[in-house]
């Protein structure tokens, strides 16, 4: 086995722990195994800036680094902006036992795993093993982080022939190489070859892989199934059956699926907003609270915060939010809030999300039953709407649903009716744009168009004739529009027509009204009002 003192000299290495004195340790320790440049961190947010300003040959870290991002963080964030070379050896120390520590550090790959307290003859070891390991993989590693495909498999082959204490690990290296390269077949026949000696796990995921990308589904769910029972704490085996699920479109699966997972590694952030998104779906709001609870917690310090982790967990809490001064109000309000809040805060400069947190803030409100607040709040909503460029049907529709929810009917309708002559509307969203029209009251429409009316007789009595027809043109948009308003629409037309000049427009605008009307039967009081006007279109249509 290789020395360790030659194997660290000259190599730039990263000590990260949140306390003084373990990092002072801890370079202490490495200084004495052979290191001569050692950069030390004390949290995971500086420890990440070290990662992206440098090259390092070894990073170690302590798992629990306090406030902001943790061991697992800066591992993941390193790997995702990739900064975290294949020839980088990352070793993880944890004084954590608990299970969903460990898990969540192993799903990232860390090249090792160190559990505290542990001696200066423990470290050596360590060390001295896997970075001998590292620097026989270096030359397969390096093709790797240049991107060059065809000769790290080809390099695979050499050591799988050459080099048989290193077979597995290469195989696992050919397997991922071939799978990017999207050579499904061949990784499949390397993955049964493995399998022929040992029923190793990654060999068994990676079968099922591709089985999967083969649309072999039911093949693929039952080898996951199996290894799933082999080995239960191997969740990348449920991310994958959850998927098959979701092909399927068994939702209610795939929940169950990614819920199994949660229980085994909870602090995996991907798959929390997954099983929240699924929740959703499903309308499992309880289930989906907890998964956007730990998505916002867990992304916070890390690369995959995402807007949509705090609104979807809005969202998701107000099924606990009701008129009532419950304990269970007051905590779904609180936490709605806060995540409203803290949108606004890291998202205030773009409009689209604002937007979104104003609308849930209203809703909220309304949820509440405090009216008032939740009318303002869809009042900046409306203002939003305005500085968003082309906003998404999706979101128009919430507009409308809160239009609605405010008990504002006539700005949902003329909302609705614009949104209708998209030609870009999908299936669901057709769907919710029905749904949305049913609940607008017709009523509460003709209420509205007869304001209007009551408002345009004020102005064609004023002799304001061209601000009456403007008014009424919006109330007989509607086709809930009540016969009173569309004689007076046809009366103040033909009045315009008789002090200025008839058009051929005007003529026909008031042909399809009275085509509206129809007949007024005799016995009705308005029937000799309808033939005046009648009389007086025949006489304009003449003229013209």
Same mark, same amino acid.
């Not at 290495?13 to 003084?20: E, H, R």
């Not at 079968?207 to 969740?235: G, M, S």
């Given at each position: 086995?290789?020395?360790?003192?030659?194997?660290?000299?000259?190599?730039?290495?990263?000590?990260?722990?949140?306390?003084?004195?373990?990092?002072?340790?801890?370079?202490?320790?490495?200084?004495?195994?052979?290191? +001569?440049?050692?950069?030390?961190?004390?949290?995971?947010?500086?420890?990440?800036?070290?990662?992206?300003?440098?090259?390092?040959?070894?990073?170690?870290?302590?798992?629990?680094?306090?406030?902001?991002?943790?061991?697992?963080?800066?591992?993941?964030?390193?790997?995702? =902006?990739?900064?975290?070379? /294949?020839?980088?050896?990352?070793?993880?120390?944890?004084?954590?036992?608990?299970?969903?520590?460990?898990?969540?550090?192993?799903?990232?790959?860390?090249?090792?795993?160190?559990?505290?307290?542990?001696?200066?003859?423990?470290?050596?070891?360590?060390?001295?093993?896997?970075?001998?390991?590292?620097?026989?993989?270096?030359? =397969?590693?390096?093709?790797?982080?240049?991107?060059?495909?065809?000769?790290?498999?080809?390099?695979?082959?050499?050591?799988?022939?050459?080099?048989?204490?290193?077979?597995?690990?290469?195989?696992?290296?050919?397997?991922?190489?071939?799978? +990017?390269?999207?050579?499904?077949?061949?990784?499949?026949?390397?993955?049964?070859?493995?399998?022929?000696?040992?029923?190793?796990?990654?060999?068994?995921?990676?079968?099922?892989?591709?089985?999967?990308?083969?649309?072999?589904?039911?093949?693929?769910?039952?080898?996951?199934?199996?290894?799933?029972?082999?080995?239960?704490?191997?969740?990348?085996? &449920?991310?994958?059956?959850?998927?098959?699920?979701?092909?399927?479109?068994?939702?209610?699966?795939?929940?169950?699926?990614?819920?199994?997972?949660?229980?085994?590694?909870?602090?995996?952030?991907?798959?929390?907003?997954?099983?929240? @998104?699924?929740?959703?779906?499903?309308?499992?709001?309880?289930?989906?609270?907890? /998964?956007?609870?730990?998505?916002?917690?867990?992304?916070?310090?890390?690369?995959?915060?995402?807007?949509?982790?705090?609104?979807?967990?809005?969202?998701?809490?107000?099924?606990?939010?009701?008129?009532?001064?419950?304990?269970?109000?007051?905590?779904?309000? /609180?936490?709605?809030?806060?995540? =409203?809040?803290?949108?606004?805060?890291?998202?205030?400069?773009?409009?689209?999300?604002?937007?979104?947190?104003?609308?849930?803030?209203?809703?909220?409100?309304?949820?509440?039953?405090?009216? /008032?607040?939740?009318?303002?709040?869809?009042?900046?909503?409306?203002?939003?709407?305005?500085?968003?460029?082309?906003?998404?049907?999706?979101?128009?529709?919430?507009?409308?649903?809160? &239009?609605?929810?405010?008990?504002?009917?006539?700005?949902?309708?003329?909302?609705?009716?614009?949104?209708?002559?998209?030609?870009?509307? *999908?299936?669901?969203?057709? @769907?919710?744009?029905?749904?949305?029209?049913?609940?607008?009251?017709?009523?509460?429409?003709?209420? &509205?168009? *007869?304001?209007?009316?009551?408002?345009?007789?004020?102005?064609?009595?004023?002799?304001?004739?061209?601000?009456? =027809?403007?008014?009424?043109?919006?109330?007989?948009?509607?086709?809930?529009?009540?016969?009173?308003?569309?004689?007076?629409?046809?009366?103040?037309?033909?009045?315009?027509?008789?002090?200025?000049?008839?058009?051929?427009?005007?003529?026909?605008?008031?042909?399809?009204?009275?085509?509206?009307?129809?007949?007024?039967?005799?016995?009705?009081?308005?029937?000799?009002?309808?033939?005046?006007?009648?009389?007086?279109?025949?006489?304009?249509?003449?003229?013209?």
């Amino acid at each position: 086995m290789a020395n360790l003192d030659a194997m660290l000299a000259g190599k730039r290495i990263l000590a990260v722990d949140d306390l003084v004195e373990s990092r002072s340790a801890m370079k202490k320790m490495l200084v004495i195994l052979g290191a +001569s440049n050692v950069d030390v961190a004390m949290d995971g947010d500086e420890a990440t800036q070290y990662i992206l300003n440098n090259d390092y040959d070894l990073v170690i870290s302590d798992y629990n680094l306090g406030r902001g991002r943790d061991g697992q963080q800066i591992l993941e964030e390193a790997r995702f =902006i990739r900064r975290l070379k /294949a020839t980088t050896t990352f070793v993880m120390l944890t004084g954590e036992n608990a299970m969903d520590m460990v898990m969540g550090a192993i799903e990232y790959e860390p090249d090792d795993y160190v559990t505290k307290p542990f001696t200066i003859d423990i470290m050596r070891q360590r060390l001295t093993r896997i970075l001998t390991i590292k620097e026989q993989l270096r030359p =397969i590693n390096k093709a790797i982080d240049r991107q060059a495909k065809g000769e790290v498999l080809q390099l695979c082959d050499e050591y799988i022939k050459n080099k048989p204490r290193l077979k597995n690990r290469v195989e696992r290296i050919k397997g991922r190489t071939l799978m +990017s390269l999207k050579r499904w077949d061949d990784a499949l026949n390397l993955y049964d070859e493995v399998l022929k000696d040992h029923e190793l796990t990654w060999a068994l995921l990676g079968k099922a892989t591709c089985l999967f990308h083969n649309d072999q589904f039911k093949d693929a769910k039952k080898l996951l199934e199996y290894t799933i029972n082999l080995h239960p704490k191997y969740v990348q085996c &449920y991310d994958l059956l959850a998927k098959i699920h979701l092909k399927n479109k068994d939702l209610k699966s795939a929940q169950n699926t990614l819920v199994s997972a949660t229980h085994v590694s909870p602090k995996q952030v991907l798959r929390q907003m997954e099983l929240g @998104r699924i929740a959703f779906a499903n309308k499992d709001l309880a289930v989906a609270e907890s /998964a956007f609870r730990h998505s916002v917690k867990l992304a916070r310090h890390s690369c995959y915060r995402s807007v949509k982790n705090y609104l979807l967990f809005a969202k998701a809490v107000q099924h606990k939010i009701s008129p009532s001064s419950s304990r269970e109000t007051r905590a779904g309000s /609180a936490d709605a809030f806060k995540a =409203i809040e803290e949108v606004k805060a890291i998202y205030g400069d773009t409009p689209e999300y604002v937007l979104e947190a104003t609308m849930i803030e209203s809703t909220t409100y309304t949820n509440l039953g405090k009216d /008032a607040d939740a009318k303002a709040c869809a009042d900046k909503a409306e203002k939003l709407l305005e500085e968003v460029n082309e906003p998404s049907n999706n979101t128009l529709l919430s507009m409308a649903n809160l &239009y609605i929810a405010t008990k504002q009917h006539a700005k949902a309708q003329d909302l609705l009716s614009e949104i209708s002559k998209s030609k870009s509307l *999908t299936r669901s969203e057709k @769907r919710e744009l029905e749904r949305t029209k049913s609940e607008i009251s017709e009523q509460v429409v003709r209420q &509205y168009t *007869t304001d209007i009316n009551d408002k345009a007789i004020s102005y064609f009595e004023r002799g304001q004739l061209s601000q009456a =027809i403007e008014l009424l043109d919006q109330a007989t948009a509607y086709k809930e529009a009540g016969l009173a308003v569309l004689l007076n629409a046809i009366q103040v037309k033909i009045t315009y027509m008789d002090q200025r000049s008839a058009s051929r427009k005007m003529v026909d605008e008031v042909n399809e009204l009275l085509r509206r009307v129809g007949d007024i039967p005799s016995n009705d009081d308005r029937h000799q009002r309808w033939l005046l006007l009648k009389k007086s279109q025949e006489r304009l249509v003449r003229m013209l």
